[in-house]
Nanobody, 124 residues
Framework: QVQLVESGGGSVQAGGSLRLSCAAS????????MGWFRRAPGKEREFVAA????????YYEDSVQGRFTMSRDNAKNTMYLQMNSLKPEDTAVYYC?????????????????WGQGTQVTVSS
């Protein structure tokens, strides 16, 4: 059974930092795309960042470029999203997802597996 489990969300003030984790289990994801998405209240789920387990260059949404960083720990089968200089507009439920290589990284519908999400709240 494939599982993606996010953790690390919370409440911070603007300018603060959080690190989200996505622990993967149930299959080998070495040739898969791992992505982070978020859904703010009243909005659709949107792309945040993505990379591959094999260590490709991560891609970031323009609004988080320079503030968010993806990394991975292959031994722990875990992906991370380090979020710095957080802004109130970053408030959302954050999800990690997995898609086979060759899919379109930014598109929600391309992902086969999703975690349950973790809430991030940034206050001004």
């Amino acid at each position: 059974q494939v599982q993606l489990v996010e953790s690390g969300g919370g409440s911070v003030q603007a300018g603060g930092s959080l690190r989200l984790s996505c622990a993967a289990s149930g299959r080998t994801f070495s040739n898969w795309i791992m992505g982070w998405f978020r859904r703010a209240p009243g909005k659709e789920r949107e792309f945040v960042a993505a990379t591959t387990w094999s260590g490709g260059t991560p891609y970031y949404e323009d609004s988080v470029q320079g503030r968010f960083t993806m990394s991975r720990d292959n031994a722990k089968n875990t992906m991370y999203l380090q979020m710095n200089s957080l802004k109130p507009e970053d408030t959302a439920v954050y999800y990690c997802g997995a898609a086979p290589m060759g899919r379109i990284w930014r598109r929600v519908t391309e992902y086969d597996y999703w975690g349950q999400g973790t809430q991030v709240t940034v206050s001004s």
